[in-house]
């Protein structure tokens, strides 16, 4: 007797009627790796589908991935991670001085420690991150009915838009040796606040004010935690 390789009910036929797992899984072949590379590539899905969509309508998709259908942009934690892997390779590449957390390396402090770990690891310190804005986000939406996980998800295509367009500057710096990360430190935070103000409602004005005090007191209170851990970690 047959039975499906996933979930072991019986099988008539090329697919389970059960899960739909197909009887026999087609071997890998040059066609599945263009049809991959396709999918990741593809503008109807996958990751550039994500980025222009992130880039056009934020708010809606996001409502959309959390309330209605998650096939269709990329998976979120994944996301941010590459859009930060992505960062930290255009600025590895362009020996691009990073102005986007800035800190003043005199001795070797605990302090001074970890902010270079956040530089050398921001796909890991934007989640950590993240959780932090999340909560404020949480504090000044508090009537709307998302929870702490859907914030956290909201916060992961946001900022890995915000990774990419740190990337497109850092590249443009490094091609024209303009010092313009500044810009881009206040382009990122722009996107940030009218994507998570648009989420909540694009109608509404005061959304974006709050957007942008969620955001700018996550960064504020994530870095003042790893000033005092720091600072106590040294005391001690
Ligand atoms: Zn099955």
Not at 15 to 38: P, T, W
Not at 91 to 114: A, C, N, R, V, W
Not at 215 to 234: E, H, R
Request: aromatic share 16%.
């Amino acid at each position: 007797m047959n039975q499906c390789k996933k979930c072991k009910s019986e099988l008539n036929g090329a697919f389970c009627s059960n899960c739909g797992q197909a009887a026999k899984l087609k071997r890998i072949d040059s066609q599945y790796i263009i049809s991959e590379i396709g999918s990741i590539l593809n503008f109807e899905k996958g990751i550039l589908f994500t980025v222009k969509e992130l880039l056009i309508n934020p708010g809606q998709r996001i409502k959309e991935f959390i309330t209605e259908d998650r096939n269709r942009l990329v998976k979120p934690i994944i996301f941010v991670i590459i859009c930060s892997l992505v960062y930290t390779l255009v600025i590895q590449l362009f020996h691009i001085e990073d102005g986007y957390i800035k800190f003043e390396g005199e001795k070797q402090s605990t302090t001074t420690l970890m902010f270079s770990w956040v530089q050398g690891n921001y796909g890991y310190a934007n989640i950590l991150m993240g959780v932090f804005i999340a909560f404020w986000i949480k504090v000044f939406f508090k009537k709307y009915d998302y929870n702490f996980f859907e914030i956290i998800i909201i916060l992961c295509f946001v900022m890995g838009i915000g990774m990419l367009i740190f990337s497109v500057f850092a590249i443009f710096e490094g091609l024209t040796e303009s010092k313009i990360m500044q810009i881009a430190g206040i382009t990122g935070i722009a996107y940030c606040t009218w994507a998570i103000g648009q989420f909540f409602g694009k109608e509404k004005k005061v959304n974006y004010l709050k957007a942008f005090l969620a955001y700018f007191l996550g960064m504020f209170s994530f870095n003042l935690l790893i000033v005092i851990v720091g600072t106590l970690i040294d005391l001690m």
